[in-house]
């Protein structure tokens, strides 16, 4: 009868912990970047060129096709063999940006094409320019509508985060997988990971519900 022994698990909270909080930190990072990327890419797709456009769709479709496992291996291993070698958290966090700039950008795509044209229209009349016309008129219908996918995201891409501990990037998984190696308390240090990701996971829908309430006077769901 396997003996279950919790102790490893609350003698090592802090590496835990520790480790939830670089998961946190380069989730964060990957996610404000990756909106970068996502802007950028939306903008080049509904406002630019026709190869600008080719582009943009090359690198979503190439992204969105592949896993992402095959992606930060590519990153980590391959890239060194044309020279281009990082360590392995920024690896991690190229790959994470790489990723969610990809699906990011047909979300707010999604978003600016949503805003009805004749808001537009009304702008241009009201002789608004360009920057303008984004700013006050598609700027907040667009976030409104794209916000729960956007947050959706950022909980996808915090547990997605957990694949960079296998090329011994520091997070919560890799913490893990050290502390599981050192003590063989396999399925406790699992299970508490698995809360851990869950309480993550919760806790941030559970914020930006909230927040959506806020900014955009949605009601609390019942």
């Known amino acids: 009868m ?14 835990l912990f520790y480790g939830a909080w670089l998961t946190v930190q380069l989730s964060f990072s990957a996610m404000v970047l990756g909106l970068i990327v996502s802007i950028l890419g939306a903008v080049a797709k509904t406002s630019g ?10 690198y979503v479709e190439a992204i969105r096709n592949t896993p992402f496992l095959i992606q930060i291996f590519f990153i980590y291993f391959g890239l060194p063999a044309i020279g281009i070698s990082m360590s392995p958290n920024t690896a ?3 790959a994470l940006v790489i990723n969610v700039g990809a699906y990011g950008t047909e979300i707010i795509r999604a978003g600016i094409e949503s805003v009805p044209q004749g ?18 008129v598609i700027l907040k219908p667009a976030l409104r509508n794209i916000y729960p996918s ?6 996808y891409l915090m ?17 893990g997988a050290d502390l599981s190696a050192r003590t063989f308390a396999n399925f406790e240090i ?21 927040l959506r ?9 019942r």
């Not at 396997?2 to 090592?12: A, E, K, M, S, T």
């Not at 808001?119 to 006050?136: D, S």
């Open 49 to 58: 060129g026709r190869v600008l456009r080719f582009i943009v769709d090359i």
């Open 150 to 155: 956007l947050t959706s995201q950022f909980i």
């Open 213 to 221: 309430r806020t900014f955009f006077n949605y009601p609390a769901s």
């Open 190 to 210: 699992y299970l508490a990971l698995t809360i851990i990701y869950f309480l993550l996971a919760f806790g941030f829908s559970t914020l930006f519900g909230a």
């Open 159 to 175: 547990l997605t985060s957990s694949v960079v501990s296998i090329i011994s990037a520091n997070d919560l998984a890799a913490a």
């Open 92 to 94: 991690a966090l190229v």
């Open 119 to 136: 808001q537009v229209e009304a702008g241009r009349a009201l002789a608004l320019n360009k920057v303008q016309i984004f700013r006050y």
């Open 2 to 15: 396997y003996q279950f022994n919790f102790r490893p698990v609350f003698d090592n909270l802090d590496m």
